[in-house]
């Protein structure tokens, strides 16, 4: 399984970027994905999630932080994950990966995210 995050770069505070995630060597249409991003000297937090879209729940969740302003989605022809993040803040500076389980899991609350992407830096000037 491998996962390539792209679309990080600079911006100032106000402005928008979306970020990609292709995935090869998985059915990424069966799998819950989402996104993390960890700033200097912090630990990895999550940041929004999506579950296959065949799943029981189809849930999307949003760290209380970026809901509202960022936007979790899926091309599943396309092997992609997308997020949308307007409206950024200095705050939300990090290295943003993608990460899904090592299995088949369809479903947000119950996956673990054990394989992750190289991360593509996000940077917001104030």
């Known amino acids: 399984v491998q996962l390539v995050e792209s679309g990080g770069g600079l911006v100032q505070a106000g402005g928008s970027l979306k970020l990609s995630c292709v995935a090869s060597?998985?059915?990424?249409?069966?799998?819950?994905i989402g996104w993390f991003r960890q700033a200097p000297g912090k630990q990895h937090e999550g940041v929004s999630c999506i579950s296959s879209l065949t799943s029981a729940d189809g849930k999307i969740w949003y760290d209380a932080s970026t809901e509202g302003r960022f936007t979790i989605s899926r091309d599943d022809a396309k092997n992609t994950l997308y997020l949308q993040m307007n409206n950024l803040k200095p705050e939300d500076t990090a290295v943003y990966h993608c990460?899904?389980?090592?299995?088949?899991?369809?479903?947000?609350?119950?996956?673990?995210?054990?394989?992750w992407g190289q991360g593509t830096q996000v940077t917001v000037s104030s």
């Open positions: 060597g998985l059915p990424f249409g069966d799998y819950a």
């Open positions: 990460a899904t389980d090592v299995k088949m899991v369809s479903e947000c609350d119950l996956v673990e995210f054990a394989t």
